[in-house]
């Protein structure tokens, strides 16, 4: 097997003819190694389904290739989706084991095969959309390590009481454990983009509820951190109609009305919502 290293990029986007989309953050990778590593940091095995999202030229998808038992890539750009099955085929003898799919990942459901282990250079602009969407619909997935810029994997890692703390930490955490996974140099990428980027690697904890809890977790949430600055019982207040009434509700639920958001974590969150 073949890695795609620099000229090999270049020449498939000639071929194509694509010029890289900002909008669809398409930077490709023409590292091998790093791919390698990525795919190592993820832990991936024979026995893994791997889903890739963005797989582009390819880069990712041929090391992951390289690991598991098969591997889905869902693509939105149609050229780059209908090529990917020749270049697979060029470079690996493990082709067969490749399902593309030419789809925004924003819109899957479902998928042929419940995919155990997610691995993906994710388009910088839906980062973060993506990501949760699919540790909601896909609850086979056990771990995996996502590539974004640095500041979204902050954020993505973020514990309470930091400045990086917020909607995209504690959503992410309702799902798994999430961590840093290092860095990324600019120039492993073409083109070069004028942002950083690192790795998050995650592993799917038992999720704190059901549903219907979820969905009233994700609204406070989204009510905590919209006035960052402002405590719990005034950005509560809405929700519970007015501040009195939020800051006996948070004092039952053993939360102090005072706080902010930023200090709580996925499990006093839950608190709020299971108090009604
Ligand atoms: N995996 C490749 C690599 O590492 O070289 C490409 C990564 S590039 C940062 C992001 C890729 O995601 C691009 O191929 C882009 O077309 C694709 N993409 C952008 N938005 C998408 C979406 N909503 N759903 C699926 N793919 C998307």
Known sequence: MSLLGASEIRELAAALNIKPSKSLGQNFVHDGNVCR?????????????????????????????????????????????GQLPATAAKHSERAELLTVINQDALTLKS????????????????????FLHLLEIFPSLRSGVVMVQAEVADRLAAKPNSKEYGIPSVKAAWWADVTGAGSVSRSIFWPQPNVDSKLVAFVRRPTPGDEELRKKV?????????QRRKMLRSALSSLYGGSAAAESHLTAAGIDPTLRGEALDISAFCAIAKQG
Do not use: C, H, W
């Open 37 to 81: 590593k990525i795919v190592r940091t993820a832990g991936l095995t024979s026995s893994d389904i791997a889903l890739e999202i963005g797989p582009g030229l390819g880069s990712l998808t041929l090391a992951m290739l390289e690991e598991a038992q098969s591997v889905i890539a869902v693509e939105i750009d149609a050229r780059l989706a």
């Open 111 to 130: 998928l042929p095969v419940a995919p155990t282990v997610l691995i993906a250079n994710l388009p910088y602009n839906v980062s973060v959309p993506v």
């Open 218 to 226: 994700f609204t406070i949430i989204d009510l905590a951190f919209a």
